[in-house]
């Protein structure tokens, strides 16, 4: 059996961090609030470093390493959100990261990475090209492989943005997070469900990117294929170990249509003045596409991220 | 002489308006920190009701009126944050308001107004005609006309917002706030160099619409023609009594260029993850274009709004 992070696992997390992480804000919105005749608090992952959640479960896993190990670095293939958050978490300790991406990758993701101070290894835009090129830098390097979601320490990691959040919002009736690989819901499902016993944890997942959903159905994990949706943090599929947290402690997943996606995201922009990814605006998707009644509950939502590319928004496609 | 509203008044304001307006936060970013070599305390308007500093301005010109006036309604002429700021205010104290706009005036700026229940009046988009639709208002209903900036109340009002940063923020070397018609920076200018007796008042304005330098280099009022910049919130000329505060109480002021303006605020949307209108981030852009040194320096920065148009962001400007 897979090991899985518990509540304590979360708690020694948030104290390994302290120093590295910011306390995010939780914010409300009255206009968004009437809007969904709920009641809803926001913890704002998007104001972390690096502009999302994933610095917490990097620098965990990072900081977790014993010196002998972390001398000889961390090594990642993501074009994403982890491999800023696992470059940024190894120049606090003062060690090398190694980051696989695909040589298509958008040039202000390589910037990204890059700024923080990672070796960057290049590899054909194929999965397989990615895990044999990680396989070879890990091979030569000795570096630890930090995976985005599936690794322990940044479950746990992940974990400490929902227990900040049950800390600071007493009552809450259900916690909405967002599903990709699972990470993030895991981490937050595993302090919710220990720290706020009366909350209900909800996943929010894309249409085009229902495999979690189908995944739970059908009690198997069922791979993400030609995923298609706004979402560009949720398109990978679960791991072993992120399915079995999620199959133990979220209540449901519920999908969201991209224009539900599109249109909260736009409502938040507007109304609470923040820039939160499609990723993250999808919690709020839920309330507006009410395919599940949650009017009148207390909701705390994870926005989980804000790296949007500025030029390209997705309520002017293509402009 | 004309009569300028004094710390005293700022304080007044400041009890009157607190049950209706927010206490927004004060931010810092290491990030843009270490891009301009300086320690900045962001106080964040955009995050205010209507999504500017106007509403604190708009409450306490509407709180301040006696009864018998209140009871007639307030008018104003507009197209911009002040309409709104001035309709919820008056929809908070539950009296009418009248606001004169051009007939081509954008949809979602009439939508906003009308949404906070005021009653529109249309006119040409002339000054005069603006004026004139006013003039027959106010006879006509008996409402009291609140200049968006010239008035005392709103001045006063204006200045709780700086009263706030200093409160919160010790030991300021600056305070940097915009200028269009002066409003915002005279009751900054109050607050600051009553209650930081050691910082200085710096107002930002745009090169294109820099009415508010030569009036000070000149000593009169030189009134704002033609003019050309993306800082649609700061277009209008001073008022006798906002050139008087400044006049006295304001170091000076530094024009910045559009090109700083709007790479001040992709940095900041960027880095922050909050949204900023063109007239609020041009008080970053003094830091960008460093006309002025202040580097080392502790400078407090009033992000007056962020009331932007999505569809149409400057750095893609015709998209």
Request: charged share 25%.
């Amino acid at each position: 059996m897979i090991e899985l992070p518990q509540i304590s696992d979360v708690i020694s997390a948030a104290e390994r961090i302290a120093p590295y992480v910011k306390k995010t804000p939780v914010l409300t919105c009255s206009s968004l609030n009437e809007m969904v005749e709920a009641e809803l608090f926001f913890k704002c992952e998007n104001f972390q470093k690096v502009g999302a959640f994933k610095f917490r479960g990097a620098t965990n896993a990072v900081f977790s390493l014993p010196e002998a190990d972390a001398g000889k670095g961390v090594a990642t293939h993501s074009s994403g959100n982890h491999a800023a958050a696992l470059a940024l978490a190894a120049r606090e300790r003062g060690i090398k990261a190694y980051v696989v991406m695909p040589d298509n990758s958008p040039k202000v993701k390589k910037a990204a990475v890059a700024g923080y101070g990672a070796e960057i290894i290049y590899c054909k835009p194929t999965l397989e090209a990615r895990e044999s090129t990680l396989e070879k830098v890990v091979e030569k390097t000795g570096a630890t492989f930090i995976h985005p979601y599936h690794n322990f320490n940044v479950i746990a990691g992940a974990g400490t943005a929902g227990k900040e959040l049950v800390e600071e919002v007493d009552e809450l009736d259900f916690v909405i997070a967002p599903i990709g690989g699972g990470g993030l819901i895991s981490g937050t499902s595993i302090s919710v469900t220990e720290l706020a016993l009366k909350a209900k944890v909800i996943g929010a997942e894309p249409e085009g990117a229902d495999d979690a959903f189908r995944s739970l159905k059908e009690e198997r994990i069922i791979p993400s294929e030609n995923p298609d949706t706004v979402c560009d943090g949720l398109l990978t599929s679960l791991s072993e170990r992120t399915f079995n947290i999620i199959k133990q402690r979220v209540d449901r997943i519920i999908t969201v249509s991209d224009e539900a996606t599109i249109a909260a995201m736009r409502h938040i922009w507007e109304r609470m003045k923040i820039i939160v990814e499609p990723s993250a605006a999808i919690t709020f998707g839920i309330l507006l596409e009410k395919k599940v009644d949650l009017s009148g509950k207390r909701i705390g939502i994870i926005f989980s991220g804000g790296n949007v590319d500025l030029e390209k928004l997705p309520w002017n496609p293509g402009k």
